[in-house]
């Protein structure tokens, strides 16, 4: 027996999806959310080896932070950026490491600054309030408004220096923005450890001197002003005063500090 665990809020998840999935699983237990946390809550519960999500992002993210141990996660992407399911179908990984910050973990991507920011106005703040996520267009344009306003150096990384952003990849797209990759790190590899790729600055003649590397995909490693670090099993962020943190686009709330480590070889994954 497989479990399925459905959003069935999110934004390509159908009655007519959830039944073509359920039959290409069958036999399985379809099993829907029907508030923030709830995912963690049913894969803790769910039976069998194989526990399969149905949404975006962020119910895989609460998945992870209930999953039993020894069950393989399998997912079929119904969110709007599916960060994820598009990672995994793209590298053809069956087994994966996992990254955990503070003690939650996260499949891909985690960060203090624009990116954090980010997703506390538009999903905390405004989807809190339309019931919808806000698509890729509204999220460019409060990273642009965020990059514009610039960034002071409040983060201080542990064996690094001072920064004023910091991108933590377990993968090497962080987000996607529509079909566009975005690489802070393109040599982060979800068989491996956790890269970073942190800013000094972020003011704006930084940006555009950073920008270009990251249109062409090469990234910020190597960059003149930018920490960067490959294949870690340990990273603390410390920061001046209490900063949103991000986990898979999900805001994990204020912290002034930041502990993030590499759970490798933690996680067998499967594709529909």
């Known amino acids: 027996m497989r479990s399925l665990i459905v959003n069935p809020f999110a934004t390509r998840v ?3 999806r959830v039944r073509a999935v359920e039959a290409q699983l069958r036999p399985v237990e379809t099993l829907l959310t029907d508030r923030r946390g709830h995912a963690s809550e049913l894969a803790g519960q769910a039976q069998g080896e194989e526990v399969w999500v ?3 992002d962020g119910v895989v993210n609460e998945v992870l932070n209930g999953l039993r141990p020894g069950a393989a996660l399998g997912v079929v992407a119904g969110g709007h950026t599916n960060v994820f399911a598009r990672a995994i179908a793209r590298s053809g990984a069956h087994r994966i490491s996992l990254g955990r910050v503070n003690g939650r973990r996260f499949a891909f991507a985690a960060g203090i600054g624009v990116d954090s920011d980010a997703v506390r106005e538009l999903d905390t703040i405004k989807r809190t309030r ?3 996520r806000p698509g890729d267009i509204a999220y460019a344009r409060v990273v642009v408004t965020h990059l514009l306003r610039g960034y ?3 983060l201080e990384i542990e064996g690094f220096g001072p920064a004023a952003l910091a991108f933590v990849s377990n ?3 962080f987000t996607y923005a529509g079909p566009a990759a975005l690489r802070f790190s393109p040599a982060a590899r979800f068989e491996l450890g956790l890269d970073l790729a942190a800013p000094e600055r972020a003011d704006r003649r930084t940006v555009a001197r950073l920008t270009p590397r990251l249109l062409a995909n090469r990234g910020l490693a190597g960059a003149r002003g930018v920490h960067t670090g490959h294949d870690l099993d340990r990273l603390v962020i410390r920061c ?3 900063l949103p943190l991000q986990a898979d686009g999900e805001d994990l709330g204020d912290v002034t500090e930041a502990v993030f480590e590499a ?3 933690a996680l067998s994954v499967l594709t529909a």
């Open 263 to 265: 759970e490798r070889d």
């Open 240 to 242: 001046e005063r209490p």
């Open 54 to 56: 149905l949404g975006g």
């Open 130 to 132: 339309d019931g919808r």
């Open 171 to 173: 993968y090497e797209v």
């Open 14 to 16: 159908t009655e007519e």
């Open 152 to 154: 002071q150096p409040l």
